[in-house]
């Protein structure tokens, strides 16, 4: 087996191919990037891939990831 391939080092690997930024979840409420994929330690069968976004919420994070990417104007 090829050094340093496991299940979260595949799913980067095609997340970045498909020009993804990270996972969402919005049932479990939670969301991680590519460079802190799953932070968790158990992802879920119902994660999604997705794009980060801006957050203006008043929560303790500054982006979201979200299923569309947004577009400027």
């Known amino acids: 087996m090829e050094e340093g391939i496991n299940l979260t080092g595949i799913l980067k690997k095609w997340l970045t191919e498909n020009k993804y930024d990270g ?7 939670c969301a991680c990037i590519i460079d802190d994929l799953v932070p968790c330690g158990d992802p879920q069968e119902d994660c ?3 794009y980060r ?8 994070h500054d982006w979201h990831i979200v299923p569309c990417k947004e577009t400027d104007g």
């Open 23 to 29: 996972l969402f979840n919005y049932e479990c409420e």
């Open 48 to 50: 999604e891939p997705g």
């Open 53 to 60: 976004s801006p957050c203006d919420c008043i929560d303790d």
